[in-house]
């Protein structure tokens, strides 16, 4: 986890799931050759990206848990949308991670799209 905020973040701290690494998770996603991988702190790893003006997401599915990296995470991809592609996130519907819910609520307050809650905590928004 990247720095956390306890008045929005609930119990989570800095620090958390560290016990990892890049390689650990290829060899556990060996089996699918097509995914690729960012390591780091979003937004900061996804600058090498942003030199390929062209590029454009369908589908995004968010969980991350944080405010900030909510936030940040619908102000990189949101522009990023083809109309019609879908960004959704766990934990929106959460109340132990109030930040997801009020990234989402704040950020789309001003925008035409609507978010729509599912099952189990989750929430889908489709760009128009
Ligand atoms: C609930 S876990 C995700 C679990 C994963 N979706 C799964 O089902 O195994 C939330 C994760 O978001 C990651 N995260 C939160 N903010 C981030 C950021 N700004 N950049 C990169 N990772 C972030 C944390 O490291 C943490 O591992």
């Given at each position: 986890m990247p720095p956390v905020d306890p008045l929005t973040d609930g119990a989570f701290y800095e620090g958390?799931?560290?016990?990892?690494?890049v390689e650990q998770v290829r060899a556990y996603l060996a089996?699918?050759?097509a995914v690729h991988f960012h390591s780091g702190f979003f937004p900061e790893s996804a600058k090498p990206l942003?030199?390929?003006?062209?590029l454009r997401f369908k589908f995004v599915h968010l969980d991350v848990d944080l405010l900030a990296s909510t936030r940040s995470a619908l102000e990189w991809f949101y522009p990023r949308m083809v109309r019609g592609g879908l960004i959704i996130t766990h934990d929106y519907g959460d109340t132990t991670v109030p930040g997801v819910k009020r990234a989402f609520d704040e950020f789309f307050?001003?925008?035409?799209?609507t978010v729509v809650p599912l099952w189990f905590t989750q929430a889908v928004v489709t760009k128009l």
């Open positions: 958390e799931s560290g016990d990892t690494s089996g699918f050759p942003e030199q390929d003006m062209a307050a001003d925008k035409p799209e």
